[in-house]
């Protein structure tokens, strides 16, 4: 089954929490997924995951596997992340973290601080991915 890759097709998913604005968690279209920025927010509860930062990182990944497995899509298909920090001071740790999700062909990446993150975080991560042809929402081509 191949997709209209001119159409948006928003991403819903309830393993991941609820945008916090008037935005979607996720959309698709053709081949491309796009994960807005996730924060490590536990979605059973809408709060932060305890555990700092490191904890902030897994748990914001988790967020995006599960976005982006609704999407037909999953880590291994991310093409470009964008880590935002609180505080550069956790880059070591939050690089750490995000090492642990993946083992090569790693996708392109920016990091930066900055001044503030919605509720109050101390990272948040977006993605760019691809799904994959041969899965029924992959790609039109």
Excluded at 21 to 43: E, I, K, N, W
Excluded at 72 to 92: E, H, N, Q, R
Excluded at 102 to 125: H, M, N, W, Y
């Amino acid at each position: 089954m191949s997709h209209d890759c001119t159409k948006k097709e928003i991403i819903v998913c309830e393993d991941a929490p609820k945008a916090l604005g008037p935005y979607s968690a996720a959309v698709a279209t053709g081949c491309l997924v796009f994960v807005s920025g996730q924060l490590g927010l536990d979605p059973a509860t809408g709060d932060f995951v305890p555990g700092g930062v490191e904890a902030q990182a897994r748990q914001a990944f988790k967020n995006i596997k599960a976005l982006l497995e609704a999407a037909g899509s999953g880590l291994p298909y991310i093409v470009k992340a964008t880590v935002f920090l609180k505080d550069m001071a956790d880059f070591a740790a939050v690089n750490a973290v995000y090492a642990e999700h993946f083992t090569g062909d790693f996708p392109a990446r920016s990091a930066v601080q900055v001044c503030a993150l919605p509720k109050a975080g101390l990272v948040e991560i977006e993605v760019i991915a691809v799904r994959p042809k041969g899965d029924e929402k992959g790609c039109c081509h």
